[in-house]
């Protein structure tokens, strides 16, 4: 098994920015990629941004593109979502994800086999 823990949440003015991170323990070695998804109340679950842990290949939603960055640093298991230029539409449940797939970052939570338990990001107009 593999556990995920994020944090870094909080609320911004729009406009403004904030890091996650999400530290990985567990199962480590089964990790192929790491996924950031959102879920705003009575919305489905949104990809958000993922990465390919081997490579570092990134991949991120067209909503987020030049505003978000992900990285991941492997010595120490975590990945972090850098959110800059944060709008209030980015306001939902931040959820980070790993996944055994061997290709990827996939863009489907169905994919991704364990999750954190969320951080909440609230950007205020």
């Known amino acids: 098994q593999v556990q995920l823990v994020e944090s870094g949440g909080g609320l911004v003015q729009a406009g403004g920015s904030l890091r996650l991170s999400c530290a990985a323990s567990g199962r480590t070695s089964s990790i192929n990629n790491m996924g950031w998804f959102r879920q705003a109340p009575g919305k489905e679950r949104e990809f958000v941004s993922g990465i390919k842990w081997s490579t570092g290949n990134t991949y991120y939603a067209d909503s987020v593109k030049g505003r978000f960055t992900i990285s991941r640093d492997n010595a120490k298991n975590t990945v972090s979502l850098q959110m800059n230029s944060l709008k209030p539409e980015d306001t939902a449940v931040y959820l980070c994800?790993?996944?055994?797939?061997?290709?990827?970052?996939?863009?489907?939570?169905?994919?991704?086999?364990?999750w954190g338990q969320g951080t909440q990001v609230t950007v205020d107009s």
């Open positions: 994800a790993s996944s055994r797939l061997p290709w990827g970052p996939s863009t489907s939570p169905k994919v991704y086999d364990y």
